[in-house]
């Protein structure tokens, strides 16, 4: 399991170096405990495009990953919007390997004047936090699950997974939500450096109604970090809740029941 994380670490590590680092990322990655590597054939970036553009049709916020062809590498096929030789990627990253590991990061946060002291920070949406973790956990699942069946394996099994959220540079972050018809500073705690979770995830449990309860406890995690205690928007039994999600709790409710997790108003 050591040898796994320190892979997944390297992941995370390598990955972030392409990334925009003006502004927060959003970062998960799993690395199967069990791979089953396949071959990348040039075809497969056609392939893996079109696999990735219906994964991510359901995703409550418009994200247009795998719209440009990947970067093709020997072992890894790379997802990032249009850019120059040598220039970050922003706004999201992909990367999907041979043996199934993967990882995906969308960029988030909006520059805001804090009411605490009128310092301008990065404010990274409670919500936000949430539904990115868990779609971007589902979408590792998935890919594992595609490489075991293409690798004939029997048992999808576990995963060492990471989430981890990257400050932009030079601005700390605070998370922020709605409390009534107020959206402010949650939590109490400004951070400016990394924060990280680590797990070891059943892989089968997020591609089920299961997948939400598998992501909650990597959100409340990073949540605590910024001094929540809790999530407003996945409870103790996994069920999202819809209310919290301010504005955009139709999208949620459509993008539940497409993944079969549960919600309620």
Not at 89 to 113: I, N, P, V, W
Not at 166 to 178: D, K, L, R, S, Y
């Amino acid at each position: 399991m050591i040898e796994h994380y320190k892979r997944l670490g390297r992941l995370v590590t390598d990955a972030t170096a392409q990334m925009d680092g003006q502004s927060p990322w959003l970062v998960v990655g799993a690395v199967p405990i069990q791979p089953r590597p396949v071959e990348l054939f040039p075809a497969s970036g056609d392939e893996l495009r079109r696999w990735l553009q219906q994964h991510v049709a359901d995703w409550p916020a418009p994200i247009p990953i795998a719209s440009k062809q990947p970067e093709t590498y020997a072992d890894k096929l790379t997802f990032v919007p249009s850019r120059s030789p040598g220039r970050p990627a922003t706004s999201y990253y992909c990367e999907l390997h041979a043996d199934g590991s993967a990882l995906g990061a969308l960029q988030l946060g909006t520059l805001r004047d804090s009411p605490t002291d009128d310092s301008e920070v990065w404010v990274l949406g409670e919500g936000a936090i949430a539904w990115i973790t868990i779609a971007l956990l589902r979408l590792m699942a998935a890919f594992a699950h595609r490489t075991m069946v293409l690798g004939e394996a029997m048992v999808l099994g576990e995963a060492a997974a990471e989430a981890t959220i990257i400050p932009g540079a030079g601005t700390a972050m605070e998370v922020w939500n709605h409390a009534g018809s107020m959206y402010g500073p949650a939590g109490g705690h400004r951070l400016s450096e990394a924060v990280s979770t680590r797990r070891t995830i059943d892989l089968a449990r997020c591609l089920s109604p299961h997948l939400t309860m598998t992501a909650r406890p990597l959100v409340l995690d990073l949540l605590r970090r910024f001094g929540l205690s809790g999530s407003r928007h996945i409870d103790p039994s996994g069920v999202l809740q819809r209310g919290h999600f301010t504005g955009f709790d139709e999208a949620i409710r459509a993008w539940a029941d497409a993944i079969g997790a549960s919600s309620e108003p």
